[in-house]
């Protein structure tokens, strides 16, 4: 994916973000992810570096809400804010061109992928109906080919079920992460409940 912001634009992008009002890390990561369509959201490694650098600088204060760290611009963060309006403006039009582009490489990938999907289907009947073996009054459609067509239909859409299984749980992960921490028990146990469902579905297939 080609990068969301130039260098140094996210900093001045969460000074405007915390300029509307303090926020946690977790509200700032969502506000970007809101203001990209879901299509961008950073990683808690990409807020937190540039929130503490913005605090060294006196930018921001944070205060402790609960188990919450919130952020609040100071005073000098809006002079810079003001002083930096121009870049600011560039930086809007800026995020609303990755809008834009990030939109185009989602629907590229979709659009491919169907491709690929059709490409794939049209190959299957074209391969049945190779096999069918031709009758006098005609082409009969054996019950094998029906099955392979069947079956080649399943593993293609449970390659798109299982893509879309990974990114909701990447993005549930990174979600998670953003506002405390992924136990490290988190993988075996993934890849015990992986494998429970992996032997359920090739038990109930007849493998």
Same mark, same amino acid.
Do not use: C, W
């Given at each position: 994916?080609?990068?969301?912001?130039?260098?140094?634009?996210?900093?001045?992008?969460?000074?405007?973000? $915390?300029?509307?009002?303090? %926020?946690?890390?977790?509200? $700032?990561?969502? /506000?970007?992810?809101?203001?990209? &369509?879901?299509?961008?959201?950073?990683?808690?490694?990409?807020?937190?570096?540039?929130?503490?650098?913005? =605090?060294?600088? &006196? #930018?921001?204060?944070?205060?402790?809400?609960? %188990?919450?760290?919130?952020?609040?611009?100071?005073?000098? &963060?809006?002079?810079?804010?003001? +002083?930096?309006?121009?870049?600011?403006?560039?930086?809007?039009?800026?995020?609303?061109?990755?809008?834009?582009?990030?939109?185009?490489?989602?629907?590229?990938?979709?659009? =491919?992928?169907?491709?690929?999907? %059709?490409?794939?289907?049209?190959? /299957?009947?074209?391969?049945?109906?190779?096999?069918?073996?031709?009758?006098?009054?005609?082409?009969?459609?054996?019950?094998?080919?029906?099955?392979?067509?069947?079956?080649?239909? +399943?593993?293609?859409?449970?390659?798109?079920?299982?893509?879309?299984? %990974?990114?909701?749980?990447?993005?549930? #992960?990174?979600?998670?992460?953003?506002?405390?921490?992924?136990?490290?028990?988190?993988?075996?146990?993934?890849?015990?409940?992986?494998?429970?469902?992996?032997?359920?579905?090739?038990?109930?297939?007849?493998?």
């Amino acid at each position: 994916m080609t990068p969301v912001f130039a260098h140094g634009s996210l900093r001045l992008y969460l000074l405007s973000l $915390l300029a509307e009002q303090p %926020r946690h890390g977790y509200e $700032l990561i969502q /506000a970007l992810s809101d203001r990209f &369509g879901g299509t961008y959201i950073p990683s808690a490694g990409t807020i937190y570096p540039r929130l503490a650098k913005l =605090e060294d600088e &006196g #930018l921001v204060t944070k205060s402790t809400d609960g %188990r919450k760290t919130v952020y609040e611009i100071t005073d000098a &963060g809006r002079e810079e804010l003001l +002083a930096r309006e121009g870049d600011l403006d560039a930086i809007e039009t800026e995020v609303s061109d990755s809008v834009r582009r990030l939109a185009d490489e989602v629907r590229f990938s979709v659009t =491919e992928a169907m491709k690929s999907l %059709r490409a794939d289907l049209a190959s /299957a009947k074209r391969q049945a109906r190779e096999d069918v073996p031709a009758q006098s009054s005609g082409t009969a459609a054996e019950p094998g080919a029906a099955i392979r067509l069947e079956s080649n239909r +399943a593993l293609h859409e449970a390659d798109l079920v299982l893509n879309e299984f %990974r990114q909701q749980l990447r993005a549930d #992960l990174r979600r998670r992460a953003a506002v405390a921490r992924v136990p490290a028990a988190t993988v075996p146990e993934l890849r015990r409940r992986l494998d429970e469902v992996r032997a359920g579905i090739l038990a109930s297939i007849g493998h």
